[in-house]
C-alpha cells in the first residue's frame, strides 16, 4: 500500500520472460482519485511497454516475453487543459492507495 501526494510511484517487476503479469489498483482500498497515468518501462530505458490511464478496480494483464526489469510508473492523469495558463489540468493524487502487481505464472508454452 502507498500514499499519493502530488508525487510519482515507480515500482519495479523483475520478470524471468514469456509470462503474463497482472497490475490493479484500488482493489481493496477506496481511492479518493478516479484514474492515474501508467508508464511501463522495459529496464528503465527509453522502450514503452504500455503507457496510459488505470482506473480503480481496472485489471490490466501485460504479456512480458523478455526476461529483465519492468518499471511501472504512477503519476498524475492530464484531464485537460487551463484556458487562462494554458497548463495541463490533472486529478489530485491524494490518500491512500493499493497496487497489485504480480505473475499470473501464465505461459503460453504452458511451463
Not at 503507457?51 to 498524475?76: H, N, R
Request: aromatic content about 10%.
Amino acid at each position: 500500500m502507498g500514499i499519493f501526494a502530488y508525487d510519482t510511484d515507480t515500482y519495479v517487476y523483475h520478470s524471468e520472460g514469456n509470462e503474463q503479469l497482472r497490475i490493479q489498483i484500488c482493489t481493496r482500498t477506496d481511492c479518493q482519485f478516479e484514474r492515474v497515468h501508467l508508464r511501463i518501462n522495459k529496464d528503465n530505458t527509453s522502450i514503452v511497454v504500455m503507457e496510459g490511464p488505470i482506473e480503480p478496480g481496472q485489471t490490466i494483464d501485460l504479456g512480458a516475453a523478455l526476461q529483465g526489469d519492468y518499471y511501472f510508473k504512477f503519476t498524475a492523469e492530464e484531464t485537460g487543459v487551463i484556458s487562462d495558463t494554458g497548463d495541463s489540468e490533472v486529478d489530485e493524487l491524494l490518500g491512500p492507495y493499493d497496487l497489485l502487481l504480480m505473475s499470473t505464472k501464465y505461459s503460453p508454452h504452458g511451463n
